[in-house]
C-alpha cells in the first residue's frame, strides 16, 4: 500500500475511531450516527479522490476548500483559521504585529505608502505618503498584492529590513534600513476638539485595550474643555465583547446590564454588566453610526440608545448580532465558530439575517419588517429588534459626483497631492488649509493631459437603449432621436470638474492635509463637509431638541 493510501486510511480510521468510542452506546443517538456515517463517506470519498483522481491532489489544498465550503453553509462568521493564518487572526484580535507601522496599497502595479503611522519605524525612518516600494530585501515588488508584501514588511521585532524607495521629485531609488518592532495598532487612531467645547473620539477598532484607549482619550478632551463629545464608530467592523462592555461602562453607572448572551450550550448564557465605576454619567454624547457599523460597536451604540445616554445619528447600522468563539484545533489551527446571539439592554437582538432559515435558492433570509419585534428604551421610547441600530436621527449620506469619484478612484487626487507636497514645504493647520482659486486652476490645468473618463448612470442607459433597438431592428426608425438625446446629455469633462469644484476641493484639501498631519491631518480638514459631525454639533448645541429626543415616546 503507497503511502497516500496508508494516510488517507489513517484519517478514516482515526475519524470512525474518535467518533464511535465517543458516542457509542445502547443509545446512540440517531444524530451522533449521521455524523459518523457521513465522516465515514467523507473518508472514502477523500481516499477515491486521491487515489483515481487524473492529476495529483495537493491534501491541504482540498481539505481546506471542503473545510470553507462546509462552514460557508452557516454563517460568513463561522471560519477555519489554519496555521499559516494564525499570525493574521492574532493581529486581528490583539492589534499587535511585528513590523514597520505602515499601510501600502497597490497603485497601478505598484506597492505605494499610503500612511505611515506616526512613532513607529516606517516614520521614523522617513517614509512619505506616495513613496513607491520597488523592493525589499533586494526582490522586485512591482505587481504584488497587498497580502503578498505584507508578508514581506513583517517579521521578528527587532530585525532589520532594507526597503527600495522611489520617490516623487528625486530621479534615482534610494534605500531605506528601517528596524522592525512590536506595531500596536491604535482603536482610536484620533481624538480631538471639534468646537471650543465639542471633543469628538474616533473608535475604529475593538482589539485590545480599546476600552482604555476611550477612556484616556475622554479623559484629555474634558482637560482640555470638553463638555459635550462624539463618539464616532462609522465603519467599525467589531470585535472583542468584553471590550465593547468596558466602553459602555464608561459612560453608564456601575451593575448596568450591558449585553446579554444566549446559545445552545449553556455555558453561553450570560449577562455582561458594566462592572467598574463609570467616567462620565453625564457629558452629552452624539454617537455616529452607518451601515459599516457591526457587532461590538453596535453593542455600544445599542447599549447607549438603550439607556436614552445619548443622540444616534447617520443610518442604520450593519445588524450582526451573533457571538464568535475561537476553539483550538490541531497542528496550531483554529476553528472560529458562531457560539451566540447577543441582546441588548432592551432585551432586543438586532441580528438583520436569519442564517438558520434559507429560502429557495439556499440564501439567508432578512428579516422583514413586519416580523421585527418592538421593545422600548429606558425612557420608554420605541425600538425594534432584527435590522441592525437605527439612528435617532437619519443623515441623508453625501453622494459624490462621478467625476469626483473619478478622480479617486484613478488615483489622480492621491497623485496630485504628493506632487503638491513635493512643491511646498508647509501648510497652514489642517482646520484652516484652503486652495486658492488660482491654485484649484493648476490643479485643473495638470488634469488636461490626464485620463478620468466615466459615464453617468444616464449615459450608460442611453448606449444599452441603443445597442437594444439595434437588436429589435428599430435602430433605423430612431437613430436620429437618439443621436439627439446623446448630444443633450453629453457632459465635458472639464465643465464638470468646474461644476463640482467645491467637493472636489473639499476631496483635495484633505489628502493634501493628510501630506503634512497624516490622519489626524486628514480628519481635521473634513469637519466643515462632514455632514454626520455638522448634525451632531448642531444637536448637542441644541439642548432642547436634545432632550426631546431621548424623552419623546
Known amino acids: 500500500m503507497n503511502k497516500r493510501k496508508k494516510f488517507v486510511v489513517f484519517i478514516s480510521l482515526s475519524f470512525l475511531t474518535l467518533f464511535f468510542f465517543s458516542f457509542s452506546s445502547n443509545k446512540v443517538s440517531n444524530h451522533y ?16 479522490v486521491n487515489t483515481y483522481y487524473v492529476d495529483d491532489v495537493n491534501p491541504s489544498e482540498m481539505m481546506t476548500t471542503g473545510i470553507e465550503a462546509m462552514l460557508a453553509t452557516l454563517d460568513p462568521y463561522t471560519n477555519y483559521i489554519p496555521e499559516d493564518k494564525i499570525e493574521d487572526y492574532r493581529t486581528m484580535t490583539t492589534g499587535e504585529y511585528g513590523g514597520l507601522g505602515v499601510v501600502v496599497g497597490n497603485r497601478n502595479g505598484n506597492i505605494t505608502v499610503l500612511l505611515p503611522n506616526e512613532g513607529y519605524p516606517a516614520y521614523e525612518a522617513g517614509l512619505q505618503i506616495g513613496d513607491i516600494i520597488e523592493k525589499v530585501d533586494g526582490e522586485d515588488m512591482k505587481g504584488k498584492g497587498t497580502e503578498e508584501i505584507s508578508k514581506y514588511l513583517k517579521g521578528q521585532a527587532g530585525s532589520q529590513v532594507v526597503l527600495t524607495i522611489k520617490r516623487y521629485g528625486k530621479e534615482e531609488p534610494f534605500d531605506v534600513p528601517v528596524k522592525r518592532e512590536k506595531i500596536q495598532i491604535n482603536n482610536v487612531p484620533y481624538y480631538g476638539m471639534v468646537t ?8 475604529t477598532d ?15 478632551l474634558k482637560d482640555r474643555g470638553a463638555a459635550k463629545v462624539i463618539l464616532d464608530l462609522r465603519g467599525n467592523p467589531g470585535g472583542l465583547l468584553n471590550e465593547a462592555v468596558n466602553i459602555v ?13 444566549k446559545g445552545r450550550i449553556e455555558d453561553w448564557n450570560k449577562t455582561y454588566k458594566a462592572m467598574n465605576a463609570p467616567l462620565d454619567t453625564e457629558i452629552p454624547m452624539a454617537v455616529l453610526i452607518n ?9 455600544v451604540s445599542g447599549s447607549i440608545q438603550d439607556y436614552d445616554r445619548g443622540v444616534l445619528l447617520g443610518s442604520r447600522s450593519f445588524g450582526k448580532g451573533l457571538v ?12 472560529k465558530v458562531t457560539v451566540a446571539k ?14 438558520s432559515h ?16 418592538k421593545f422600548t428604551t429606558a425612557n420608554g421610547r420605541e425600538v425594534l429588534d432584527g435590522g441592525g441600530v437605527a439612528p435617532d436621527i437619519k443623515v441623508k449620506p453625501f453622494n459624490f459626483a462621478q467625476i469626483s469619484i473619478s478622480l479617486i478612484l484613478k488615483g489622480l487626487i492621491f497623485d496630485y497631492a504628493t506632487k503638491y507636497h513635493h512643491e511646498h514645504e508647509s501648510i497652514a493647520t489642517a482646520r484652516d488649509f484652503k486652495i486658492s482659486d488660482e491654485e484649484f486652476d493648476a490643479f485643473v490645468a495638470w488634469l488636461k493631459d490626464k485620463d478620468y473618463g466615466y459615464q453617468t448612470k444616464v449615459e450608460v442607459s442611453v448606449e444599452e437603449l441603443e445597442e437594444s433597438a439595434k437588436a429589435d431592428k428599430y435602430y433605423d426608425d430612431i437613430q436620429e432621436e437618439i443621436e439627439t438625446l446623446k448630444k443633450k446629455i453629453y457632459h465635458n469633462k472639464e465643465s464638470d470638474v468646474i461644476k463640482f469644484k467645491s467637493e472636489i476641493k473639499d476631496v483635495l484639501q484633505a489628502e493634501i492635509c493628510k501630506r503634512y498631519y497624516l490622519e489626524a491631518g486628514e480628519i481635521e480638514s473634513t469637519f466643515n463637509a462632514d455632514v454626520d459631525v455638522i448634525e451632531a454639533v448642531k444637536v448637542l448645541n441644541d439642548t432642547e431638541r436634545y432632550q426631546k429626543i431621548l424623552t419623546s415616546n
Open 33 to 48: 450516527f449521521e455524523i459518523a456515517k457521513n465522516m465515514k463517506i467523507f473518508a472514502q470519498l477523500y481516499q477515491e
Open 249 to 261: 461602562n464608561l459612560f453608564v453607572p456601575k451593575g448596568s446590564d450591558v449585553v446579554y448572551t
Open 324 to 335: 464568535q468563539a475561537t476553539r483550538p484545533l490541531d497542528y496550531n489551527s483554529r476553528l
Open 358 to 373: 434559507r429560502n429557495e435558492d439556499g440564501e439567508a433570509i432578512v428579516v422583514a419588517d413586519s416580523l421585527r419585534e
Open 206 to 220: 475593538f482589539t485590545r485595550n480599546a476600552s482604555q484607549e476611550v477612556g484616556d482619550a475622554l479623559s484629555e
Open 291 to 299: 451601515g459599516g457599523s457591526a457587532s461590538a460597536a453596535e453593542i
Open 342 to 355: 447577543y441582546y441588548i439592554p432592551s432585551g432586543r437582538c438586532i441580528q438583520a439575517i436569519d442564517y
Open 196 to 203: 471650543d467645547d465639542i471633543g469628538l473620539i474616533q473608535l
